[in-house]
T-cell receptor, first 114, second 114 residues
Framework: KQEVTQIPAALSVPEGENLVLNCSFT??????LQWFRQDPGKGLTSLLL?????REQTSGRLNASLDKSSGRSTLYIAASQPGDSATYLC?????????????FGKGTKLSVIP | GAVVSQHPSRVICKSGTSVKIECRSL??????MFWYRQFPKQSLMLMAT?????????EQGVEKDKFLINHASLTLSTLTVTSAHPEDSSFYIC??????????FGEGSWLTVV
């Protein structure tokens, strides 16, 4: 059974600080990995998608890395803002192209203090 | 704006009754939709894959006779929780795949069974 683990479960930082969220997965035979943001009572917003052949993706203040061999991914958020407060989910697609079934971690709840 | 619409966003039903949740793709056709369930402080767990015009594929441990999925058109999939019990209370969320790696999630539906 594939498992996705996210550490820490919760994180509180002052505004302006850079931070790293961690995601690990047990099976390195992934198709891609995706980071999502979930606001309370809301759906999921895709932040970054990394294909298995890629090592990182960047979007604005966000940078996601992927190390398949070690089964790890990180989400780096630069210059954090209160609006970044949300739960960040890591999801892995093990099933390959055409399937797109995702296995999710439990998430990291981020609070950015003004 | 949202590209996947879920309705209702919150619903309370009595134990033993059935409740239907709709997932609609807006402005695009989705041949494949996915239904997830999330219990408090747990990961999103895939329940089933819904394919337009054919039977849904259920994940192990998900009762297909209890969670009825219908994907009658390219823009609508429905999840019906039959004979609901309090333990079915959860956050249900759908996603729709356009093509390739592009998927969108709905905003989710909170079900409370009393």
């Amino acid at each position: 059974k594939q498992e996705v683990t996210q550490i820490p479960a919760a994180l509180s930082v002052p505004e302006g600080e850079n931070l790293v969220l961690n995601c690990s997965f047990t099976d390195s035979a992934i198709y891609n990995l995706q980071w999502f943001r979930q606001d309370p009572g809301k759906g999921l917003t895709s932040l970054l998608l990394i294909q298995s052949s890629q090592r990182e993706q960047t979007s604005g203040r966000l940078n996601a890395s992927l190390d398949k061999s070690s089964g790890r991914s990180t989400l780096y958020i630069a210059a954090s803002q209160p609006g970044d407060s949300a739960t960040y989910l890591c999801a892995v697609n093990y099933s390959g192209a055409g399937s797109y079934q995702l296995t999710f971690g439990k998430g990291t709840k981020l609070s950015v203090i003004p | 704006g949202a590209v996947v619409s879920q309705h209702p966003s919150r619903v309370i039903c009595k134990s033993g009754t059935s409740v239907k949740i709709e997932c609609r793709s807006l402005d695009f056709q989705a041949t494949t939709m996915f239904w997830y369930r999330q219990f408090p402080k747990q990961s999103l767990m895939l329940m089933a894959t819904s394919n337009e015009g054919s039977k849904a594929t259920y994940e192990q441990g998900v009762e297909k006779d209890k969670f009825l999925i219908n994907h009658a058109s390219l823009t609508l999939s429905t999840l019906t929780v039959t004979s609901a019990h309090p333990e079915d209370s959860s956050f249900y969320i759908c996603s729709a795949r356009i093509s390739g790696n592009t998927i969108y999630f709905g905003e989710g539906s909170w079900l409370t069974v009393v």
